[in-house]
Each structure stands twice: as C-alpha cells, then as structure tokens.
C-alpha cells in the first residue's frame, strides 16, 4: 500500500519538528507549564463536595425529583440532635429546658432553625384538655347511663310518694368516671410521656437528654450547617451548662453532624490518598529507572493534567461527589502511564548513545501510536459511564474521560520540556537502560514453554468467566445489604455511638426511620390511608409498619361523641339543682364544655401537629409510614420491595403521592445500577474494540490486544466470584464486599479501557519491531516496554489502593474490585501476551524466511 509509508514519513516529520521545537524553547515551555500549573491548583480551590446519597442520583429519578418538590412544601427535613448528659438528673431536666427555650428564641428563624423538638408531653396534654372526645363511645354511654340512673333515682328519693324498698342504689356516676379513669391511666402507663420523665426527651436513667434542631438545610451542604451548629453552641456556651451542675456535657450529633463528619474525613483522605499515590508512584518509578531525576520530571508532568481536569470538573459538573471524590489520586495513577511510557522509550534511547533532540524525535515517533491508543481506550472506557444516567457514574465518566485526554495531550506537550530543562542541568549517563532482570525472567517463562503457560492461563480464564456468567445468572450479583457499604465512622465515631444511645429511647419518627408521603389534597388523606392498609401486607409478610397520619392525632367517632356529651351535660345540670354545694364543685369540674364540637386539624398545637403541617401552614396532606417491625432500613431487598409497595398506590386522579426517604433513594439507586451498569459496560467494551480496531492495520494485531484483555478481566471477575464464595463459606472474610454496587460498578468498564492499555503498548512495540526488522521483537516488546508496562500497573494500583484509606466501604469495595481489574490485566499482558507473540513470531518467521537445505544437501 502507498500510503502506509507515506503516513509513516509524515509521522516521522511531525515528530522531528516538535522535537526540534521543544529542545530550542524548552525552558519556556517548563515556564508555561509550571505558571498553568500554579494557576490551575488556585482555580480548584472551590470545588465543592458532597457526600450526600442523593447527590448520585440523576435528578429525573423518582426519588430525587420527590425531594425537590417536598423540600418546597415541607420544614425541617434534616435534623441537628443536642446530647445532653450528667449524673444529676433534675439539673439534666432544668438545662434542657432552658437550652429548648433560649434556642427557640435565638436559633429558630429565617435561614436558620425552623424549630427545636423538646417536649413531648403537649400531646398528652392536649388529650387531658379534650379527654372525653378522646374517651370511647361505649365508656361516654355508660357514663350517661350511670347518671341518668342516679339522677333518676335520686329524684325518686324525694318524691313524698317514694316508698323505700330496700333497693340498691345505682352506682355513683363518679365512681363509674373514677374506674374509667384509672382504666384510662392503666392503659397509658406505656405511653411516651410515661417513658420520658419530665415531659422531654430523655432516658429512664435522666442521665441522657436529646433535643432536635430542625432546619432546611441539606445535611450536605456544609457551609451552612457548620454556621447552625456554630450558633448552637454558641448559646450552649452563654448558659454557662456547669452552672447547673458540674457534671453536665453537651456534644452535637444527628444527621447533620454525622454528614459533616463524612464531609471532613472524606475530604482528608483524599488528600491522604492523594499524596501516597503520589509517593508511592515517584517511589516505584525511581525503582524501575533507577534515576532520581526521573521523580521530578514524572511529577511535573502529571500536576499540569491532573489540576486541569479538576478544573473542568468545576465548571463541568460543579461538585465532587461520593463517587468522583478520589479521582485525583486515580488520574495520577492512571495519568502518569503515558509520561513512563514516553520517558521509558527516552531513557532507552539516550542510553542507545542518541542526542536529546534525536531521542526526542525517536520517542514521539515510536510511543504516540500506542500511548494515544491506551490513553484514548481508558479515556472512552470512563467516557462510556457518561450514556447512563445515574450521576454517581456520569461524573466519574466526565471528569475521569476528560482527564486521560488531558494526561496524554500535557504530557507529550511538556514532560520533554522538562526533560531538555534537566538535561541542560546535568546530561543523562548514556549506556544504561530499562530492562529489569525480574521483568526478563517474567517474560522468559512464557518464552519457554508458551503453550503451556497459554493452556494455564486460558483454562483460568474460561474458569472465571465461567463463575461470573453463574454468579449473574444463578445468583443475584448485587449487594443489597447497605449496611456493608456505610462509612465505619458511622459505628466507631463518637457521634455514631451517641445516635444509637439516642436511638435506644426515642421513637422511629424522632429518628427519621420513615418515608414520608405526601398529598395535594387533603380529601384523599382517607383514601390513601385505605390503600397502604391493603398495601401493607405482601406474600412474604408486612412490607411496612404502622403508618401515620394527623387523623391519628384526633379522636374518633366524635359525632355520636359530642351528641352522648351534650346529652351527660344535660343530666348533669339536672343533677346539680339536687346536689349539695360540695357535689356541685365536683359536677362543675367534670361538666363537659357547652360549646363542645368535633375537633380538626386546626385544634392541634404547633407542636403537636409540626411533622404533618407543610411550609404555607396547611395541615394534614402528610403521612409517615414506618419500617415493618424486625427489617432493617439497610437491607437493600427490603428498602425496594417497601418502596415499591408504596409506589403502587395512586389516588383517585390517577397521580401517585410524593414518596420521600432513604428508602426511595436506595431503591433508585439499585435499580440505576441494574439499568445502566450494563449499559456501561457494553459502551465500554465496544468503544475499546472500535479503538483497538482503528490501532492495529493488521486483524492478529487485534485480535491478540483484545484476546489478552479479555483474559485479564476474565481473571478479575472469577476472584471477585471467589472472594465472595469464600466469605459465604467462611475461610476468608476480606471485610469488604466484593458484589457489585453502586460504586465498584465502575470497576468494570474502566478495566476494559486501562487493561486493554498494556497489551496495546506492548502490541504496538512488537508491531514496530516486526516492521524494522529487530533482533528481538519479543523481547524488546516484553521486557523493555513490559517494564514500563508493569510500572504503569504499579502507579494505577497505587491510585486505586489509595481508596483503601477511606472508611467509606462502597469505596473499598470500588478500590478492591479496581485494582483486582489492573493487576489481572497486568498481569494478561506480562504473562499471556509473550507467549502469544512467540507463536505469532514463528509464524511469521516460517512465512517470511526461505527453509534451510538438508544438511549435506550443498
């Protein structure tokens, strides 16, 4: 063909000029590059992150869109909880109350609080203020009947005709109310005014109180919360808490603490894991070169990419979330290989006795073709999570696929720069390479024995591809227990311990352990009540507890009430004309109200009625639904199949209540990874293929790249499968799971694009010296740049081990999953791919050179 040589000079003329270029005008490149460096770490200094579940979420999800649209209607979706301890549990009861009142007066307000939750004794004595409306139909009847009886016969005691009998007196009517009331007390003995002294929130023992802040604010949104918290502890502080006894602590806890927690921790380790994939990088990388100079030069070439894609994802995203959190260190791991590769091939031919500019030249010229197909593969393989719509994935695919772009691009426009800067310093030694004696003994046994170790290898291969399609097929792949992908903080931090204290003695409304439904009308309250009743029981049992609503609050049956109470009003008046002064005292404290009426919403107190009034002051368009007694709110199966419950409902109107909860947004989140999981990994893998395709001219070219990629993730997925098997069996427990979530997901389509990254870079070397007629093609491919290939494995690794430092488990699982994909592939290439290109070389070899004659022939 004409044009491949053609194609090859052009090639060979670029890279010429633009190693010509940057020897004459390499220092002000470096300057450039470091200004943009500087420049670009300033820019960044903005970007926020939030660690909040939702923030994952595509904004079109039923669960995210429910919350917007409640966040208008509904105050104090996110709660600040106050822990209150002493041994004095008068003084616990006195500081409460003052704090609860000095907060409702200087917190509560605009931008701030929307109300403090102290007291829990108003309802109580709302009911004592209405107790008969409150009282059954049947006890209201007998006390009409006692009266009417007594009054009767009292009546007939004064008549001058009454003639006594020796009849029984009825039973006093008080002494009917007296045994009504003692029943009532009787029966209220377990209610939670009984179970918490003093009216407030507080343990049996009064060594531990709580008080909730109700506020707005996102618990993510750090800035404003960390102001809230600010001002709570400020009018802690000005009551002086030791005044009222020496004993007395206070500590913040509750949602919002518990997200700034995640918030801080989660932004120190990615700082952590940052700089220890950064040393461990520079560390390894001064192993393989065995040159100093070559940490600076590969550390100044990755802080220009890596600060530029952090900048994008500024003004391309906006925010960091659970997900993209760790990128930076991912990036550089994964960045960096382009700049290993390039210096890799520079340092080889420095040390061939080559003068910079004419290294410069051979390196662009024999390492862009391959390094840009590999940067290319994992850029599209992290672009291919962009096509789905679950945000946690979306992000990761934006910033990591603009990121490998960046890394290539920067690298080849200014790590020579660098290099030329460092080389007018001190010269490089000429006459030492690369090569590694363990990466030539790695390569050697497949050398020797290239059928066997591919009939090894390959069996390994069908072996784990085969669990993985059993494990998909036959058992469910996902993890569903949320539990196991919670940050540790959550069990071992302070703040977590004291929420489960706190949770040990208050209700599941108090701890949020609800979805919450929410009406347009409130004529369909009833309705929707008569649904989720039929709702609530599925095959397996109850999909849900008790469910809530303001009607709850009110008494029932008060119109046949209110007609008994007028009627008891009148026989008691009646009855007052006969009584003494003493027992007109006494009927005038038990007489029912003249103007006595069925109660409504409006009659609740603020307090009482505050979980279902909405912003405008409506009341009574809201409904909690509790957890079944005995699931937990962190079993994923559970979470769906109560969510879907209540997804079925609809009203009269055909439309379906706003669902909001943990609840939802967990279930979204599974069903996101069910949907656009495999939509990832199928973009992932044919992007590669379509890249790889356009790489090599020759099919065996690609068919080697491509068969040695898919050995390598064949290899990942069959451990995960093993892992798992061996933690059900109990022989070994990683304390990480290894099923498929909403982050270690990602795993999977990037190892397509960085996997694939290594048996490219040695394909395409092979290629190159196959063409030119080199002594050792396979060896300069395996060991020359395998070495560098396995030093690129060693900075990815680095990046995703990295994840290890976070107490997130959905990140370990990610980093685990993540670096189990790089090492087999690494792996596949160091191991499978030489084996293969021996027998590819004698192939072509027996093709190409004319057979020997017979000895003796001549």
């Known amino acids: 063909m004409h044009g491949e040589p053609e194609r090859a000079q052009l090639a060979a003329g670029i890279a010429m000029r633009l190693a010509r270029f940057q020897t004459r005008w390499h220092v002000w490149l470096a300057l450039v590059a470091a200004v943009a460096t500087g420049t670009s770490y300033l820019g960044i200094r903005e970007l926020q ?24 209607r509904v105050k104090g979706l996110t709660t600040l909880t106050i822990a209150v301890r002493s041994r004095d549990g008068d003084a616990l009861l006195r500081f409460g109350r003052d704090l609860s009142l000095r ?70 009517p008080r002494d009917v109310i007296e045994r009504l009331q003692k029943r009532r007390r009787d029966e209220s003995a377990g209610s939670r005014v009984a179970r918490f002294p003093g009216g407030m929130f507080v343990n049996r023992e009064r060594t531990l109180l709580a008080i909730f802040v109700r506020t707005d604010m996102r618990a993510s949104d750090v800035a404003r919360t960390s102001r809230l918290m600010a001002s709570v502890e400020e009018q802690i502080a000005a009551l002086r808490p030791t005044r009222y006894h020496p004993s007395i602590t206070t500590e913040l806890t509750g949602e919002v603490l518990t997200a700034r927690e995640e918030h801080d921790a989660l932004r120190d380790e990615l700082l952590l894991a940052t700089v220890l994939t950064t040393a461990i990088s520079l560390g390894a990388i001064f192993v393989f070169f065995r040159r100093l100079r070559t940490i600076p030069l590969l550390g100044l070439g990755i802080a220009l990419p890596a600060a530029l894609t952090f900048v994008f994802a500024r003004f391309a995203v906006g925010q960091l979330n659970t997900s993209t959190a760790f ?45 840009i197909a590999a940067s290319l593969a994992a850029g599209l393989a992290y672009g291919s999570l962009m096509i789905t719509d679950f945000r946690g994935f979306r992000d990761f695919g934006v910033i990591g696929g603009v990121g490998m772009v960046l890394c290539w691009t920067l690298t080849y426009a200014f790590l020579p720069a660098w290099v030329a800067l460092f080389e007018r310093i001190r010269a490089m030694k000429t006459g030492q390479g690369t090569r590694s004696a363990l990466f030539t003994k790695l390569a050697g046994v497949s050398r020797r024995a290239p059928r066997t170790v591919l009939g090894i290898t390959v069996t390994l291969a069908l072996l784990g591809a085969g669990a993985a399609v059993f494990a998909i097929t036959m058992r469910d792949p996902i993890e569903y227990g949320f539990g196991k992908l919670r940050s540790e903080r959550e069990t071992t931090s302070r703040a977590g311990k004291t929420n489960r204290e706190i949770g040990e003695f208050v209700g599941q409304a108090e701890r949020g352990n609800f979805i919450v439904m929410m009406l347009d009308r409130r004529e369909h309250v009833p309705i929707a009540l008569a649904r989720l009743a039929k709702l609530r ?43 003494s002064d003493a027992q007109r005292a006494r009927i005038d404290e038990q007489l029912p109200a003249e103007d006595m009426r ?3 919403d409006a009659d609740l107190p603020e307090q009482v009625a505050r979980r279902f009034t909405e912003r405008g002051g409506e009341r009574g368009r809201i409904i909690l639904v509790e957890p079944a007694k005995g699931k937990s709110i962190w079993n994923g199966r559970y979470l769906v199949e109560w969510t879907g419950a209540m997804r079925q409902l609809r009203l009269p109107d055909g439309s379906r209540p706003l669902i909001i909860g943990r609840g939802p947004v967990f279930a979204d989140m599974i069903e996101s ?91 395409s ?82 093709r190409i050179e004319p057979r020997s004659p017979p000895i003796g022939s001549r």
Not at 554 to 568: D, G, N
Not at 775 to 783: H, I, K, N, T, Y
């Open 765 to 846: 070397r092979f290629a190159s010296e196959v063409e030119s007629g080199g002594l050792d093609p396979v060896g300069s491919a395996a060991q020359e740049t395998g070495g560098a290939v396995v030093l690129c494995s060693c900075t990815t690794v680095a990046g995703y081990s990295s994840l290890f430092t976070s107490a997130n488990r959905a990140l370990q699982s990610f980093g685990l999953a993540a670096t189990l994909g790089e090492l087999a592939t690494m792996l596949a290439a160091q191991v499978v791919l030489p084996a293969i290109l021996v027998l590819v070389l004698a192939r072509i070899q027996n």
């Open 598 to 600: 069925p109660l409504t």
């Open 673 to 763: 990874i069910w949907i656009d999981g495999p939509k990832a990994v199928a973009a992932s893998f044919g992007l590669v293929l379509v890249l790889v395709v356009l790489s090599f001219r020759r099919m065996r070219y690609r068919l080697i790249s491509m068969g040695t990629l898919l050995v390598g993730v064949a290899w990942m997925t069959g451990t995960l499968v093993l892992l798992e098997a061996l933690r059900q069996w109990g022989v070994l427990d990683t304390g990480v799971s290894t099923k498929l979530n909403f982050l270690n997901f990602v795993a999977l389509p990037i190892t397509f694009g960085i996997g694939v990254d290594y048996a490219t870079n040695v394909v």
């Open 327 to 371: 990128l930076g260190s991912i990036i550089i791991g994964n960045g960096i290989n382009p700049g290993i590769m390039w210096l890799a091939r520079y340092v080889e031919e420095r040390a061939g006795g080559a003068d910079v500019e004419t290294a410069f030249s051979t390196t662009h010229r024999e390492t862009w073709r391959g390094t």
């Open 103 to 172: 907060l409702e007066r200087e917190v509560v307000g605009e931008g701030a609080a929307t109300a403090i939750d102290w007291r829990i004794d108003a309802y109580e004595q709302f009911v004592e203020r209405n107790r008969y409306l409150f009282a059954s139909v049947e006890d209201l009847r007998t006390v009409r009947d006692a009266v009417r009886a007594r009054l009767e016969w009292e009546r007939q005691r004064r008549s001058p005709f009454y003639i006594d009998l020796g009849e029984e007196a009825p039973e006093d």
């Open 537 to 579: 029981n599925g095959p397996d049992g109850a999909r849900f507890g008790r469910i809530r609503s303001i009607e709850d609050l009110l008494p029932t049956e008060q119109a046949p009430k209110v007609e008994i109470l007028r009627e008891i009003r009148r026989l008691m008046l009646d009855a007052r004309e006969h009584a």
């Open 49 to 72: 992150l939030k660690t909040a579940w939702e923030e994952l979420l595509p904004t079109d999800k039923p669960s995210v869109r429910d919350m917007e649209q409640a966040r208008g």
